[in-house]
């Protein structure tokens, strides 16, 4: 075979190949849905986000003296935005999951909470103003606590110290 018929063949073949992908369609119909389990979603997607966020307003105190988690630079408070806003996003992705979605507006409601803080901690971050994160921080943890003690409420169970403590 000269070059130009292999060229020609190569063409033909893949006009063939794309004639049979035409056949069925590439995409479903639709956007795609994630299909991760909702335990695994929050667990490792949400839980590790939300950690992140939190990170920046951690405060503690060890025999080391204090820690803070407080964004110092330019650059600590475009990641904690960042964080911030990666976290808003994941709402959306909980929202439009159809393994996550139940058909209940309670549901909708709590996911538009954690929303809404997690703006607010990307406004808080943009703006450089630590109060608004702090703020933001507790709001994130009411949000999640509340869906919480509605749809999965034995998350959320203070274990019961024995008497004496
Ligand atoms: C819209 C409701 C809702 C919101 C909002 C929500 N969760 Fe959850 N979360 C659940 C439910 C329901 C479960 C139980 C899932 C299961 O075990 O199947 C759960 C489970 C978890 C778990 C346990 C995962 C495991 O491995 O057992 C963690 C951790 C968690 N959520 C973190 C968070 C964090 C952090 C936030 C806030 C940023 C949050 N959740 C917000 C509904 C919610």
């Known amino acids: 075979m000269t070059h130009r018929k292999l060229a020609l063949f190569a063409s033909l073949a893949m006009l063939a190949g794309s ?3 035409a056949a069925r369609p590439a995409h ?5 849905r994630s299909r991760l389990p909702l335990k695994e979603f929050m667990g490792h997607v949400f839980q590790r986000n939300a950690e992140q966020v939190w990170a920046w307003t951690a405060e503690e105190e060890d025999a080391q003296g204090s820690h803070s988690g407080r964004p110092v630079s330019d650059q600590d408070w475009e990641n904690a935005e960042s964080d911030a806003l990666s976290l808003t996003e994941l709402t959306y992705a909980l929202e439009g999951s159809a393994a996550t979605g139940l058909d209940d507006p309670a549901w909708r409601r709590h996911i538009a909470s954690v929303r809404s803080a997690a703006n607010a901690s990307a406004h808080a971050a943009d703006a450089h103003d ?3 994160l702090l703020k933001a921080a507790n709001a994130l943890n009411a949000a999640c606590v509340s869906c919480h003690l509605r749809f999965a409420p034995a998350l959320e169970v203070v274990p019961t110290l024995p008497k004496g403590f």
Do not use: E, I, S, W
Not at 28 to 32: F, I, R, V
């Open 19 to 21: 004639a049979a992908l």
């Open 28 to 32: 479903p119909a639709g956007p795609a």
């Open 130 to 132: 630590y109060q608004g």
